[in-house]
């Protein structure tokens, strides 16, 4: 359990037998990000199912509530791969009925806290996920490093199904002093 004390938000590891509430949390905080935006849901959940399932069983993944107050307020998968130090964000997510108060933010600083030895996180958002491209780019600090299009497809298409256009962003964050660091051993 890590805690970013200033801030109160408490990472808090979640067990295999509460990925399904996890899943189904995350399933609804993705869903009002595409109502939003479109209106009306596909059919089935966002992500699906056998997607998340892969997401929390790859190597290196790890599984964290976001926790406020006690309460679960959010999730966030990461995978971490401990001999580069290349680490993905892979799924975050604050309920939307605790938008817009920093959760967010704050949780990001414990993540990069819990992981200092990090040398780049990597991420992806869907184009229409305005709110997700403004907390990565202007709160978190990450660069948008590629924009998948049908001009540009993502490699990858399997893990962006369901995306409307296939339209996607890649974004990474380096920390340049620390990879200059890391050189230097």
Request: charged fraction near 25%; proline fraction near 6%; hydrophobic fraction near 40%.
């Amino acid at each position: 359990m890590r805690l970013d004390e200033a801030n109160c938000v408490i990472l808090v590891p979640a067990q295999e037998a509460e990925l399904t509430d996890f899943r189904l949390s995350l399933q609804d905080a993705f869903a009002a990000g595409f109502t939003a935006a479109f209106g009306t849901l596909p059919e089935g959940p966002i992500p699906s199912d056998a997607e998340l399932g892969e997401f929390f069983h790859t190597p290196g993944a790890v599984t964290y509530h976001i926790v406020l107050d006690g309460a679960r307020v959010g999730g966030v998968v990461l995978t971490i791969d401990s001999a580069t130090h290349h680490n993905s964000l892979d799924l975050f997510f604050v309920s939307a009925e605790h938008h817009g108060k920093g959760i967010g933010s704050r949780a990001w600083r414990a993540i990069e806290a819990m992981y200092p030895d990090t040398l780049a996180w990597e991420t992806h958002t869907p184009y229409f996920e305005k709110r997700n491209i403004h907390f990565y780019v202007n709160k978190c600090g990450f660069k948008i490093v590629e924009f998948f299009n049908l001009h540009h497809p993502d490699p990858h298409p399997e893990t962006r199904e369901g995306i409307p256009g296939g339209e996607s962003f890649r974004f990474e964050k380096v920390y340049a002093d620390r990879s200059a660091q890391s050189d230097e051993r």
